[in-house]
């Protein structure tokens, strides 16, 4: 027994959400992300949560992580403009080591570009928009019903890593409508709680940070049940500045390790058809759409191509990309920019495969046609060697 609802990408962030327990949202209004704050500001009271529309953006961050420090499950949602202005929050929250979630539907840029349109140009924002060396967790689903699951695993690993997660989505999958079936008896997943309180001896110090271990990470605790020091300044495992430089590499290490060593844990995506392609096509969100179905054509017409999806493409899922290059004897990465990402899959590139870089920057999706027109070349230029 279940139900079937026909829900919007930005309505299945939002039924995500609260289902992962976020009971506070502030956020401030902005195309094409609009629908995830109007849905929490109807929702979220009636499970005794608070929605706030902020001033601006870098308020709208802040006050995540306030409410996050205070024990609360926190999210807000923007697109690109407003992602540019929460870094400086955003970069708060890696080095303090706050668990929140920060929802970046993409549209058309620089600036105020493309409001209405999709695009994939924050790429390269996602993972570096923020100054320092640090690692970042960024989930990126292309159907209505991944939007949910994956929503709920955005809080998961916010909450597990203790860090800011970056759920995201482009124009198209925001507002596309899909049914997505709900079976009661499995719509129970699994959710990661915050640990509302610690038991500490009289002469005990609660110590948020872990930096003896480089996986480790210490439980965050509500303030008020626990007292501790929050700095955006290196700081010991109390949380208190430091100016030692052994101790201040430890902290930039163990932001780093705590997530790139566990790359292989949170790295999710999806296959098709790879065990015997000599052609792979590489492609995420929407675009990830097309590409399944022109693969599903070349296969009809018995070309040889597979299909990988990144859907955690930050950290990038390396060990299973390093393969596929070995693999095969093509790639192809289909994506609405100028090529951020094959560029850094090009890095893993050390066999020298052929990889072709099929771009769109205006605003429209790209079709399977196109991508099916690029294998053709490609079954061909294989055929002739």
């Known amino acids: 027994m279940g139900k079937m609802l026909f829900l919007q990408g930005n309505e299945a962030v939002g ?14 209004p902005i195309t094409p992300s609009t629908e995830i704050a109007e849905y929490m500001s ?43 202005l929460m870094q400086e929050a955003l970069r708060y929250a890696i080095m ?23 695009s994939q140009g924050d790429i390269m924002q996602i993972r570096w928009g923020t100054h320092g060396d640090h690692q970042i967790i960024a989930i990126y689903p292309s159907t209505v019903e991944e939007v949910y699951t994956y929503t709920v695993t955005a809080f998961n690993y916010a909450e597990k890593y203790r860090t800011p997660v970056i759920l995201v989505l482009d124009e198209t999958l925001a507002h596309m409508r899909e049914n997505v079936y709900f079976d ?16 500490l001896g009289e002469e005990e110090l609660f110590l948020p940070f872990d930096l003896e271990e480089q ?3 210490n439980p965050l605790v ?5 007292r501790f020091h929050v700095s955006g300044l290196v700081h010991d495992e109390s949380g208190f500045p430091i100016r030692d430089p052994n101790t201040i590499s430890k902290v930039i290490e163990h932001l780093d390790s705590k997530i790139r060593l566990s ?28 590409a399944l179905k022109a693969v599903k054509q070349a296969r009809s017409d018995k070309i040889p191509v597979g299909f990988f999806k990144p859907i955690t493409i930050w950290p990038m899922p390396t060990s299973r990309l ?10 192809i990465v289909p994506e609405m920019n100028t090529g951020q990402y094959v560029k850094e899959m090009s890095r893993l590139n050390k066999l020298n495969k052929h990889v072709e870089s099929l771009t769109k920057t205006s605003g429209e999706l790209i079709t399977p046609d196109e991508i099916l027109e690029i294998i053709m070349k490609m079954w061909v230029q294989i055929t002739e060697m």
């Open 15 to 28: 039924m995500a959400a609260i289902k992962a327990g976020c009971r506070f949202f502030a956020g401030y």
């Open 42 to 84: 109807r929702e979220l009271p009636k499970v005794g949560g608070t929605f706030i529309q902020m001033e601006d953006e870098l308020g709208s961050a802040a006050a995540i992580i306030g409410a996050s420090l205070a024990g609360v499950k926190s999210m807000t949602a923007t697109s690109g403009p407003g992602f540019s």
């Open 96 to 118: 303090t080591e706050v668990p929140c979630v920060f929802v970046d539907v993409m549209r058309g840029g620089p600036s105020t570009g493309l409001p209405t349109k999709p």
């Open 184 to 199: 009661y008896e499995k719509e129970n997943p699994q959710i990661v709680e915050r640990l509302k309180e610690i038991d």
């Open 215 to 217: 996986f480790a990470v």
């Open 222 to 226: 509500e303030m008020g049940k626990t």
């Open 263 to 290: 790359a292989e844990e949170i790295s999710i995506y999806n296959e098709y058809m790879l065990q015997d392609a000599d052609i792979v096509v590489v492609a995420y969100g929407s675009v990830a759409r097309s």
């Open 322 to 331: 390093k393969l596929i290059f070995k693999n095969a004897q093509s790639i």
